[in-house]
Every structure is written in structure tokens, then in C-alpha cells.
């Protein structure tokens, strides 16, 4: 406890030193790792988001539904330029008026966990217009036989309309997950022993956007319409301890965490549960955000095409900065140690990109 507390305070010291007006990563001060980004799978017109590898070295990735309703997969294993759908091509094959159940509608988030299953966490809510009823569901499938082992279906008491499920993380040791609402600002959390799901924080400033314009490589990020995206709660980390659930809103700088206990006590008001939410600082807008084994905290840096991490002692450290970082968007960590990450590429706008989307390794210093 006294180690986690440590580190909230130097987050409260370091990120707000960091956070400049011209969203400059290399901040005079903080150290610069120098890792070079390895290249391990890519896309070519399909965008991806969420990047899971398991313990034998396997690379998932998902793609959401976000530019078309029209996609070939939704789920697939990923090398070089092949991608083989998971589990199957059934899942993979959802269009608009056919039953969301035992479909992949619109996938935000791949995980492994601590057990090496692969969960799927689908949003049901293609181009982010609404969520498709009896659609949005958190899936935990077996990598090796491609089994589904475990569903969990969320009804509008708990995603509503205008949700769109961000990330999950998973506790194997006490089975619970917990999820990022960034539609509708809450965070979710769920009982895998009993299925039971409870929406929380959903009226806690924590959760919500602050309306921050994203500028990256000199674009003002807009939407498919032309507006100013607003983000609610996007990306989550579980502390190693499992103590500890940090989670950050996308068009937003407050990073915040808050005692996974908490979360799963459900005696506790509303307002009792907002007032164990820990603000930490100010930082560059991350899309995704993990931890490592050793406890550094990891945050991608949309704006700067850059990784970040907060070692354990508080230590503010540029991971990678990279042209070919197009918008850093999720993370996973692989068996060695190293970090994947995707780029999604998100502020260019569909007709104008000419790069394919990447997924790269980040083998970091010991």
C-alpha cells in the first residue's frame, strides 16, 4: 500500500510538471529511453484498435466498426500482412438486421489474461451511433480451441444507448472485470463467478471528458461529420496488486485511480464511491494505458506519436517517440516482457490515409 501511495504522489508531482502548452513529449527533464519500434503486423485498409498476445507469443487484434459498417473480420489473429479470423468466420460475419448474439458487431477491445484466455469486449455500436440491443457483451474465448468459455451480456441498465465500451482488464485471482464506458462516462464493472454487472461512477466528473481539442501532426481531430470529439472514460490499467484500478478519459488530462475494493463493494453510495477517487495529475492525452509486471505504468501519447511510462517511484520516462506512431493506441504485453502497441491512425480522416496500420514491439530496457 504504501508503495502504490508513493506512486500516486509522484504522478501528482511529475505529470503536472509535464503537462506544457505545446503538448511537447520531450519535456527538459524527463528521460528518454530510445526504444526503437520493431515491426509486427499490418493492415492495409482495415483499422484496427485493441492488440492482445498471449503467453506462447500469439498476436490478436481486433477492428471496430468505426469508418464502415462493412469489414471483412472483426477478430483475427495477426503476422506480417495475414490475418486469420477468430475463432471462426460465423462470428466474423454481422451486418445490420441480423441477430448481434453470436456475432462480433463492433469489437473496441481484445485481452489476455493472467490464464492466457483471449476476452473480446464488444461495443455493439458501429460508427459509435448507438448501441445495436442485445448486442454489447464481453466474451472470454480459449485461444487454442477456439472455444467460447464464458459471455457476458449487458442489458440498458448497465450500457446504455449512447455507451460505447472502451477497455477491459481482468482479475483472474478474485474474477471480476472492469471496463471504460467512454459513450456515456462510467466504469463497469463485473462479477465473472455470478455475471452479475453494476454500472458505476457514471455521474463522477472522473469518468467524463473536459472537452480537450486533440491536435496531432498538426490535425485538429474531428469526426466523420466534422465535429470535436468528446471521449468519456477510455483507457484502464490494473495495478500488478491487483489494488488498484487507474482508467483516464481520452479528450481529458486527469489521470485518476481508485481502489479496486471500492469498486467491488457494493454497500458503498454513489457518492461514497466518488469519494475514494484519487486525481494524480495531468497528462498528454492517452488512448491506452497498462501496466508491466515490475510496475511501470504505461500510457500511449496520441498527440506526440509517442509511448510514456511512470516507473515505480514515480519517474516520468519517454518510451518511443516515432514518426510511424500514428495515434498509439492500445497495449499488450507479450510473454518477454515487451510491449505491443497499435496505431489506428485515427485523426486522418479515411479518405486520406495512405499508410497501413501497424502494430509495433517495444523491447524495453531492463
Known sequence: MKHLLALGLGLLLLLTGCNNDDDDATT??????????????????????????????????????????????????????QATPFPD??????????????????????YTDASGALWVLDAASPQMRGVVPGGAKLLKFDPVSRQLLQRVDFDETVVYPTSYLNDVRIDTQLNYAYITDSGAGAIIVVNLGTGRSRRL??????????NLILTVENRVWRNASGELPSIDADGIALSPSREYLYFHALTARALYRIATAALRDETL?????????EY???????????????????????????????????????VAQDAQLKWPDSF???????????????????????????????VLPQ
Open 28 to 81: 527538459p527533464g524527463v528521460t528518454s529511453l530510445n526504444v526503437t519500434p520493431t515491426l509486427v503486423a499490418t493492415s492495409a485498409n482495415v483499422l484496427w484498435t485493441g492488440v492482445a498476445v498471449t503467453p506462447q507469443g500469439r498476436v490478436f487484434a481486433n477492428f471496430p466498426r468505426m469508418d464502415t459498417d462493412t469489414i471483412p473480420y472483426s477478430v483475427a489473429e495477426v503476422s506480417g500482412s
Open 89 to 110: 468466420a460465423g462470428w466474423n460475419t454481422w451486418s445490420r438486421g441480423m441477430a448481434p448474439q453470436n456475432k462480433f458487431v463492433c469489437v473496441q477491445s481484445v
Open 201 to 210: 461512477l457514471g455521474t463522477h466528473p472522473s469518468t467524463k471528458s473536459e
Open 269 to 277: 453510495s454513489a457518492a461514497q464511491l466518488g469519494q475514494r477517487v
Open 280 to 318: 494524480l495529475g495531468d497528462t498528454n492525452a492517452p488512448d491506452g494505458m497498462i501496466f508491466d509486471a515490475a510496475g511501470n505504468l504505461y500510457l500511449t501519447d496520441v498527440q506526440n506519436n509517442a509511448v510514456t511510462r511512470i516507473t515505480p517511484g514515480g519517474e516520468l520516462q519517454l
Open 332 to 362: 499488450s504485453v507479450g510473454p518477454d516482457g515487451a510491449l505491443y502497441v497499435t496505431t489506428s491512425q485515427l485523426h486522418i480522416p479515411r479518405a486520406q490515409r495512405t499508410e497501413p496500420f501497424r502494430i509495433f514491439k517495444l
